[in-house]
C-alpha cells in the first residue's frame, strides 16, 4: 500500500516523531494510523527501557505559575545533553510535567520515593476498618494491598493519569518523549507552592 505524504504528517502532527519513523510505522501498519500510532508508542516504550541506565547530567527547572498567582510549581527535569535541555519538544515536557503537579498535587516523584513510614501508617489505618469485617485475613490483606496501590499512584507523579489523556501515565508520557528526542530523560525533583 502506498503512503501518502498527508498520512505521514497527520501522524507525525500526532507523535512528534521523526518523518521517516512515521512513513515507516504506516508501512507496517499498512496505513492504518491506530496501528501505526500504536507501534510508535510501543517503539517509545522500548527505546526508554535501553536508555534507562544512561546517566543524566543535563536538564532544566521549568515553572508553571496558576494565573490567580495563587500556586506556583518547579520541576527539575534532567537529559543526558545540553543540546537536548535547549530544544522545544524538552522544554514543551517540562512544562507539561509543571501543570500535570499543579493540577493533580504528588507528593513524591516514584512508588520507591515513598517513605516506609507512610505505608505502614496507610496499612494501618485500612487494617483497622477492616479489623471487626468478619473477612477472611487473606482477602483483607488483598484488599489493603489494592487500596495501598491506589494510594501510591495517586501521591506518585509517575504513576498518575495523565491531566490531558487520562488513558495514560505520566510515566508513559516520559517514555513517549524519550522515544521522541532520542535520549533518557528523568524527573529530578518539584515542588509546589500554594497559597
Known amino acids: 500500500m502506498a503512503i501518502t505524504a498527508q498520512q505521514v504528517k497527520e501522524l507525525r502532527d500526532k507523535t512528534q516523531a521523526s518523518m521517516a519513523d512515521c512513513k515507516k510505522a504506516l508501512e507496517e501498519a499498512n496505513g492504518d494510523l491506530k496501528k501505526a500510532l ?3 508508542q510501543r517503539r517509545g516504550k522500548q527505546i526508554a527501557e535501553k536508555r534507562a541506565e544512561r546517566e543524566v547530567k543535563a536538564g532544566i527547572v521549568s515553572s ?7 500556586l506556583g510549581v518547579l520541576v527539575e527535569l534532567n537529559c543526558e545533553t545540553d543540546f537536548v535541555a535547549k530544544t522545544e519538544m524538552f522544554r514543551e515536557l517540562a512544562h507539561e510535567l509543571a ?14 520515593n515513598i517513605p516506609v513510614q507512610i505505608i505502614e501508617k496507610e496499612k494501618a489505618k485500612h487494617l483497622d476498618e477492616f479489623k471487626s469485617s468478619g473477612k477472611p485475613e487473606k482477602i483483607v490483606g488483598q484488599i489493603i494491598e ?34 521522541k528526542i532520542g535520549e533518557n530523560i528523568k524527573i529530578g525533583r518539584f515542588v509546589r507552592i500554594e497559597i
Not at 104 to 111: D, E, G, H, I
Open 146 to 179: 489494592g487500596k495501598i496501590k491506589k494510594f501510591s499512584e495517586e501521591i506518585c507523579l509517575l504513576e498518575q493519569p495523565y491531566v490531558k489523556n487520562p488513558d495514560q501515565k505520566i510515566k508513559d508520557l516520559l517514555s513517549d518523549y524519550i522515544g
Open 64 to 70: 508553571y505559575i496558576h494565573p490567580n498567582n495563587r
Open 99 to 112: 501543570m500535570q503537579i499543579a493540577a493533580m498535587s504528588p507528593q513524591y516523584v516514584a512508588v520507591e
Open 38 to 40: 500504536e507501534l510508535l
